[in-house]
């Protein structure tokens, strides 16, 4: 009997090698090669599509202009932070994908979500592969989803699950988990890169020829990228993905791909006793509930999306010894030893023998450099021992040569701060209101010094 070839696929990018190799020749990502069955079934059908390629007829071009593009109608899925994310409500023909962490609320969520479509009167599918129908049904009397006639398939198989929805048209399927799905054309197991694709590209070929939506749930690798082929997130209309600290009950759910609406939009949950509720107001979260002001704490606004959030950022310096350390959390930390340098070099504000260590509150990753003021706000307010006032925000970026730079969307994140009761701002000269805004200060500055001087005369 002849030996079973075999071949490395790479988990990045699906490219394959008749070899191992420590580096990807496709994508040159190292590590990545796995042993994985060749599948000779591909190859025959591959030749058979080229010799006969000649003889296929071309296609009708057609002028952009004259192609009918009505505007795609949305069903909203009755949970307003999700549909956020969504771009207001899933797409006839649209396929969703959604990754996190085991645990996070996945499955959760998207019950949730189907119960209240079904309710509505549309028609849905639950396909699992994780756990049993009892499971779930376990978990929707937990949700207090009692008499819900959500349709539930536990089932692995991909011809299956399509032959399931050809026959019964859902309006919306969720499938939980793409890992688990198989196909029994290919010979590797479920859940690697070959069977995660196929069955992905299959999945998403239904959802447009038949217009049911499909939402997959993904798995995440250990350094928290979507498990199986990068192609995936390429395939799918949307990608979302799932975040939040185990030992926080928020969960934070942002959109990193949408064909259909914005990016970067986050929608924001509460796990409790009754599944994932919606938070409206999630500036609250991220901000500590001081009753006085303490010494070493900003308030900043961030943007997310479209949606400007309030978050604190704290700073604690303290006597370093030799070999001083900085540490962030939920900041980038080359920056914050950028921003020390501009500190000590335009301002005089000298941290060479502290420690600097600064965190964004509520477990908030903020990327953006409009955190720069808030940072060096906070730590020059730590150094000196002296408080901020009640009622205070700043945000920025600051350049090296000292300079204060304006963060897009300033009259937004002011608003924000207004509406939530904050009296007191400093920002970038340009992001400066034309028109007052109602209850808030708003001092504008153009350098650094501006700032502190201005920062001194408050406290
Ligand atoms: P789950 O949706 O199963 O996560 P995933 O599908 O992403 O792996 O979430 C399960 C977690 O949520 C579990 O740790 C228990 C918790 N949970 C609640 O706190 N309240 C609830 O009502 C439910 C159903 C789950
Ligand atoms: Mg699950």
Redesign the pocket.
């Known amino acids: 009997m002849a030996k079973e070839k075999t071949v490395y696929t790479c988990t990045e990018c699906g490219g394959a090698s008749p070899r191992w190799l420590g580096k990807c020749p496709h994508c040159n990502a190292w590590n990545t090669l796995i042993e994985s069955v060749a599948d000779n079934a591909s190859a025959p059908k591959n030749r058979y599509s080229q010799q006969f390629q000649s003889l296929a007829k071309a296609c009708e071009v057609t002028a952009l202009a004259d192609i009918e593009a009505t505007d795609m109608s949305r069903t909203p899925t009755g949970h307003e932070e999700l549909d956020r994310v969504l771009g207001g409500g899933i797409v006839e023909g649209g396929v969703v994908l959604i990754g ?12 949730q979500a189907l119960d209240s479509l079904e309710r509505a009167g549309l028609n849905t599918l639950y396909v699992t592969g ?2 049993s129908g009892a499971q779930v049904a376990l ?1 929707a009397r ?2 207090g989803l009692d008499g819900s006639q959500v349709k539930v398939m536990a089932e692995i198989q991909l011809d299956k699950i399509l032959a399931t929805l050809e026959a019964t048209r859902p309006a919306i399927a969720v499938i ?2 793409i890992q688990t799905v198989y196909s029994g054309q290919l010979t590797s197991a479920p859940g690697s890169v070959a069977q995660v694709r196929e069955c992905a590209a299959h999945l998403t070929r239904a959802a447009k020829s038949s217009g049911v939506c499909i939402v997959l ?1 993904g798995h995440v690798t250990k350094e928290g990228a979507l498990a199986g082929p990068r192609v995936l997130e390429h395939m799918v209309d949307t990608v979302l993905y ?1 975040e939040g600290d185990t030992h926080s ?1 928020f969960r934070l759910v942002r959109a990193i791909k949408n064909r259909f609406g914005a990016v970067n939009e986050i929608g924001v949950f509460a ?6 509720k919606g938070v409206s107001n999630p500036s609250a979260i991220f901000l500590s509930q001081h009753s006085e002001p303490v010494p070493g704490s900003c308030v900043m606004v961030t943007l997310e999306g479209t949606r400007p959030l309030l978050v604190e950022i704290q700073a604690l310096v303290d006597d370093g010894g030799p070999n001083p350390r900085r540490l962030s959390v939920g900041l980038d930390r080359d920056r914050l030893a950028m921003l020390l340098a501009v500190l000590h070099r335009h301002a005089g504000v000298a941290c060479m023998d502290q420690d600097v260590f600064v965190n964004a509150v509520g477990g908030v990753r903020i990327s953006e450099p409009a955190a720069d003021l808030a940072v060096m706000l906070a730590i020059t307010s730590s150094l000196r021992g002296k408080a901020l006032p009640k009622g205070f925000l700043a945000f920025g970026e600051v350049g090296l040569a000292g300079e204060v730079r304006p963060a897009p969307r300033g009259q937004e994140r002011l608003k924000e701060a207004a509406k939530l009761g904050f009296s007191v701002a400093v920002v970038p000269k340009a992001n400066a209101p034309k028109k007052p805004i109602e209850g808030l200060t708003i001092h504008a500055v153009e350098r650094i010094e501006q700032a502190l001087d201005l920062m001194r005369s408050l406290q």
């Open positions: 996190g962490d085991p645990g996070i609320g996945k499955s959760t969520l998207l019950l994780e756990e978990r937990r949700l939980d988990s749930v799932f009950s796990m409790t006793e009754k599944g994932l």
